[in-house]
């Protein structure tokens, strides 16, 4: 094979594995240990298939048809069961993320998608929040210790549906006024993919949302959102999400996005008038009620496809 150029393993060491953590602690520089360390983890699975299946030991040897080779083999073991598609995808983002710190390039970068398929996560359990005795546990918590901010916004994300940055973010005062002519609200902040900027994203808000609307204006005072004004967003999402942690500490609540998920689940009850598949075990709406929700549910969530719906609400099956 001819090299292109840069030394072996273009000047990041002898050895492939070692060559790969050199460029990942040049990529992200000091700390993320942890994101280097899935990544090292990752990038040594693709450097024994280079070695053992290919003979490849010099990152300068590595070529798209070896990459496309990878995914191949990653395929056959999706389609066998024995990865699951959203690992076999992680591997492939490890390997763009690698190569393209080695090289300088993103020539080698492929679509993991498009290898080994897309994800098509399925919710396998009821979000524990649909059980308000559980998340006024935790609301309790973060009551006791004065952080209403954060029990505010925990609130919007189950009523609303909201991502934690999109409950963060969200013109609690233009919402309310938006509640209170047309009992519904236009989510724009802080969407995913700035998706808010360019379409409109109509959430109901029931006579509880917009009680609790009014109660986040006053926490709010003349401040546009709910992040207190000594705090940047980032700032913000670490305090938020370590008091959320500890309020929720052996209640079984994974994460703000339980509550999303459990708003998606009381959502399909009202449409359907049947219980979300998660929640009784399999469908009971007619495939003709249950689409008609994951239409209406995917873009109060802010999802193009319907199908991402089931990692809210369970399988359509």
């Known amino acids: 094979m001819s090299k292109v150029g840069g030394g072996r393993n273009f000047g990041y060491g002898k050895r492939l594995a070692w060559a790969g953590k050199n460029a ?9 240990f942890g994101t280097v360390a ?22 300068r040897d590595i070529t798209i048809d070896l990459v496309d080779r990878y995914g191949s083999q990653l395929k056959q073991q999706v389609d066998t069961g024995s990865k699951k598609v959203a690992y076999a995808q992680n591997l492939l983002s490890t390997v763009n993320v690698v190569l393209t710190a080695l090289r300088g390039d993103n020539h080698l970068a492929v679509s993991p998608s498009t290898l080994v398929g897309e994800r098509t996560v399925v919710r396998e359990y009821s979000p524990r929040t649909v059980d308000y005795s559980q998340l006024n546990h935790a609301l309790k918590a973060l009551e006791s210790k004065n952080e209403r ?29 938006q509640s209170r002519t ?3 609200t236009n ?10 900027k360019h379409a409109d994203r109509w959430v109901s808000v029931s006579p509880q949302a917009q009680a609790l609307l009014q109660q986040a204006c006053g926490e709010a005072g003349p401040n546009k ?25 052996k209640t079984g609540i994974r994460g703000f996005h339980d509550l999303r998920a459990a708003y998606a689940c009381e959502r399909y009850q009202q449409i ?31 999802h193009n496809r319907i199908n991402v719906v089931s990692a809210y609400v369970g399988s359509a099956k």
């Open 187 to 196: 989510i724009s902040e802080g969407t995913k993919g700035g998706r808010g």
């Open 225 to 249: 959102n709910l992040i207190p004004e000594q705090h940047n967003y980032v700032q913000w999402r670490n305090h938020a999400y370590a008091q959320w942690r500890l309020a929720t500490d």
């Open 24 to 32: 990942l602690q040049d990529r992200y520089g000091p700390g993320h």
């Open 272 to 302: 359907t008038g049947r219980p979300a598949p998660v929640m009784s075990d399999g469908r009971t709406a007619t495939k003709a009620q249950d689409h008609h929700a994951r239409t209406i549910i995917a873009l109060e969530l802010g």
């Open 149 to 177: 901010p954060v029990l505010l916004v925990a609130s919007l994300c189950r009523e609303l549906g909201l991502r934690f940055r999109e409950a963060s973010l969200l013109n609690v005062h233009t919402a309310l006024k």
């Open 182 to 184: 047309g009992g519904r």
């Open 38 to 59: 899935s990544h090292l983890h990752r990038w040594n699975l693709f450097v024994s298939f280079l070695k053992t299946e290919c003979g490849v030991k010099d990152a």
